[in-house]
Every structure is written in C-alpha cells, then in structure tokens.
C-alpha cells in the first residue's frame, strides 16, 4: 500500500460519522476534494497526503504525533501549518478572528511551497462550497457561520490569496480561487490575477549584498538600479502599499527613491530602484568609523526634515501613538497593569504634533548618493510626536545591544562602540545642544518607550524561557525607574 492509499483509509476511518455543515455530506469527500486540487498542482506525494489528513487533528482525536509516525515529519510539519488552535474553552465566535490571524502568520512563514499549495487547496474546496450556497441563500448564508460579518471571510480568504499568489498564481487552482472570491466580493481582486499572469523573474546571484533589515535585504543589482527582496511574509500588496507610500512621502518633500517596478526573486518579490553609484549610511559607516559624527550629523539634519513636514487628516497616515500602545499591551500590561495605565497615561499625553515620522528610521534604510541622503522602507510613515522616531534610534543603536553587543553589529553592519558613538552625535545635532541634562532628558524618554518595546518582543513567545523571563524583569525595573521619574514624554 502506498502512502497516498494508506492516508486515504486512515482518513476514511478517523471522519468516520462525521457531516459537512452545508449539505450534510460524508466530511471525507473535503480532503479528498482538496488531494484532488493539490494533485492539479503537485505529483509531491507528501503535499497529496496532508491535503487528505490536513483536518485530522483540528477535527478529530488524531494527533500530530501518530501522523508523524505513519506518514513521515514533513506531512505531519504540513498539517500543522493547516491545524488552527481552536480555544476549545472559549467561544468559537469570540476567538475566530484570532484564530485566523494566528493561522495566517504561519503561513506567511512558511518556506515550504507544499504548505502554501494546502492552503490554497483547502481554502479552494471551502469557497467552492460558499459559492454555491451564496448562489443559492444571498446573504443570508453568512447567518449560520461562527463569524457571520461576511467582510470578515472576505479579509480572510483576499490574505491568503495575497500570501500565495507569487508562488502559486500561474496555477488553475490560484485563478479559480479568485474568481470565486470575486464572484461573493466583487471588486475584491483585480479580474487580471484570474488570468495568465508572469511577473519579470529576476536573479540575485552574485549581487552585492548593501544592507538588510526586518522586511528584506536590499543589493546593488547592476551600476544603476538596487533591487529590495523582501521576505517571504511579504504580500504584493505589502510591496505595493510601500510604493504608493513612497510616492505620497516624495510629493510631502521627503528625499526618497520611487521604484518602478515588482518582479519576482525565487519565490520572493522584489522592487527595484534606479540608484547610480549609491551605497547605505550603514555601509559608509563600516568602512569609515572614524566619520561616525558627520555621517550622524546628517541623519541628525535627515530627521529634522522629516519632522520638519506637518500632515493633515486627507493624507492618512496613521497615527504613531498606536504603535507605541501596542507595545506596552503586548507585554507590560500582561507583567504589570499599574506601570502599564502609568505608561499609557505618558503616551497619551503627548501633544498631537501632526509631524510626519518615517518609522524605520536608521542608517541600513538611507542611501547616499552624490553625498545627498535618499530613503528608502516608508511602510510605516505615520504621524505623531517626535519622540517615537528618537526611541527607534536608541533601540537601534543601544538598547540591542546591551545585553549583546553582536546584534547591533550584525543588524548595522559596524561596532557596537561606533554605534552608541552615532547615537550620542546624532542626538547632539538633532536636538543642536550640548547640554547633558537635556541630552539625558530625551535619552530617558527614549529609553522608557524602548523597554517598553523590548518586553513586547520578548512576549511574542508563547512559551517565554526562563533566560527572557530574566530579560523582562530587567526591563521592568528599569521602565519603572524611568517612569517614575519622568512627567511627561515630550520635548
């Protein structure tokens, strides 16, 4: 007996009894509707196998362990990634969007293509059936759902159409996926993505390596462009919400280089850029430490400008006070609820500046070229007080590395000497003193928000190890000391 057989057996037995919602027909004919999708996509016979098993544990008494076993780790790996946590002592309808956002961050890390074809396949067989129920009941389809705002299904089934589409869109299964999508949401996706579509394939093979950071690496692609990949959890409309931003920053005066193009690398998008004989302020910094005060005196001068622009309400950008409160809720308040409504009470006083903050502001996302600085990353413009933009440049250039130094080296590309040296110039020429009390002010409102930050990022693990757990006890003590001592977090 083959593998494919044997999965379909131990299936068959294991949603033994069980009924689709609509239709009440035998559960089994779903995974082996979505084996069948896979197998238009793949003759991988581990990809077939979890599309016939990818509901056992989610739906059964089955375990990842006894798949693992019969069929191997990479088919148990697959349906894992399809395995929702279902919060069984919880409401279904309470937990469902984060139960899909949970399963959606999955699939964006994932760098399997199997797992990316088993979504694709499952969510394929899930909208075939919606389609033809909608076509039957209209809205009134959405009444019987655990989640019955059908905007909700629509941003569920448009994600995961967005996080497959460059690796899957020439496929059959990827276009009939959105004209069903479509079909119940019309306008949802560009009609041409339902037709053959190839984006330019390009290669970075042999291509200097310039600079890197949390969305992607940038290299010099040849004498006149760079090119951006961006990593896998990147969608197209995350490469092109970041154009168009780049676009409304250039019109608002901030110096920026526009793309002209999405292409794909690998399984990977990309966006290039038409940047003549241009490297980053972090490599110039590498190779010159001993320029570190000119280099930070015009990034100093850079984030002048930039706060120097005051937006209105009709350009959108986003506020960046909620940033800063997503920080102390995804950690501070889960350790403390008094220092948390004490550091909620800081952030909310700050005064609506109405001032433009580029949000991923250090020296890996600025290029200079002909000595004139030009940016790049404008995915989280936004607006609101400076102090956000001077707590990411401590965190940058500081706090990563005090409790090792190799994460700021590694992240900018120089030493963690030269990079608290950047700090200490580039805070003297933004702020145009050399006063220490009024450096030390600001550099403790700055420090406050990035302890913040920190204990949020180390509660980004579920199970926390006892060496964080240490880390954020740390950092407690000193969000603390800090905001007992501050009354107010501007400047």
């Known amino acids: 007996m083959n593998k494919l057989e044997e999965a379909i057996i131990y299936a068959t037995v294991m949603h033994q009894g069980k009924v689709r919602k609509f239709g009440k027909t035998p559960y089994i004919l779903?995974?082996?509707?979505?084996?069948?999708?896979?197998s238009t996509m793949t003759d991988d016979e581990d990809v077939i196998a979890a599309g016939i098993l990818h509901d056992i544990v989610e739906d059964t008494d089955g375990t990842l362990a006894e798949i693992e076993?019969?069929?191997?780790?990479?088919?148990?790996?697959?349906?894992?990634s399809e395995s929702e946590n279902k919060y069984p002592d919880e409401d279904p309808k309470a937990t469902w969007k984060r139960r899909k956002e949970e399963s959606l961050l999955l699939l964006k890390n994932s760098e399997d293509i199997g797992a990316k074809m088993l979504w694709l396949a499952d969510k394929l067989a899930n909208i075939r059936s919606l389609s033809g129920i909608y076509s039957e009941r209209g809205e009134a389809m959405w009444d019987v759902l655990h989640q019955s705002d059908p905007e909700m299904h629509r941003w569920y089934y448009q994600s995961v159409g967005e996080i497959v589409e460059l690796s899957l869109n020439k496929t059959g299964a990827f276009k009939e996926y959105i004209k069903h999508i479509n079909f119940i949401w019309p306008g949802t996706f560009d009609t041409e993505k339902a037709r053959y579509r190839k984006y330019r394939e390009v290669s970075i093979d042999g291509c200097e390596l310039l600079g890197w950071g949390a969305k992607g690496e940038v290299y010099r692609f040849d004498e006149e462009l760079i090119i951006k990949v961006y990593n896998h959890n990147n969608t197209y409309r995350d490469v092109e919400n970041e154009i168009a931003q780049s676009r409304r920053a250039f019109v608002l005066g901030i110096p920026t280089a526009i793309s002209f193009g999405i292409v794909s690398v690998g399984d990977r998008y990309g966006s290039l850029y038409e940047l003549l004989d241009?490297?980053?302020?972090?490599?110039?910094?590498?190779?010159?430490?001993?320029?570190?005060?000119?280099y930070a005196k015009i990034m100093a001068n850079l984030a002048r400008d930039i706060h120097g622009i005051t937006v209105s309400e009709d350009d959108v950008f986003p506020p960046v006070i909620e940033r800063l409160k997503s920080y102390v809720s995804g950690g501070v308040e889960k350790e403390d609820p008094k220092l948390a409504r004490r550091c909620m009470e800081l952030i909310d006083a700050l005064p609506n500046t109405g001032t433009l903050v580029h949000g991923d502001f250090h020296t890996g996302n600025v290029f200079l070229q002909n000595g004139d600085p030009l940016l790049i990353d404008m995915d989280r413009l936004s607006t609101g007080h400076p102090i956000a933009e001077i707590s990411d440049l401590y965190y940058f250039y500081v706090v990563l590395g005090e409790e090792d130094p190799s994460v700021v080296e590694k992240f900018m590309g120089f030493s963690y000497?030269?990079?608290k040296a950047f700090w200490e110039y580039f805070l003297k020429y933004y702020l145009d003193t050399d006063d220490r009390d009024r450096l030390q002010d600001v550099t403790d409102k700055a420090a406050l928000l990035c302890y913040v930050r920190m204990i949020n990022k180390l509660h980004k693990n579920v199970d926390i190890p006892e060496e964080d757990q240490v880390l954020i006890r740390k950092y407690l003590e000193k969000t603390v000391t800090l905001a007992d001592k501050l009354d107010t977090l501007s400047f």
Request: aromatic share 4%.
């Open 30 to 38: 779903h995974p082996l509707e979505v084996a069948q999708i896979l």
């Open 69 to 80: 076993k019969r069929f191997g780790k990479r088919v148990a790996m697959l349906v894992d």
């Open 417 to 419: 000497r030269t990079a």
């Open 278 to 294: 241009s490297e980053t302020m972090s490599s110039f910094i590498s190779k010159n430490p001993k320029q570190v005060e000119g």
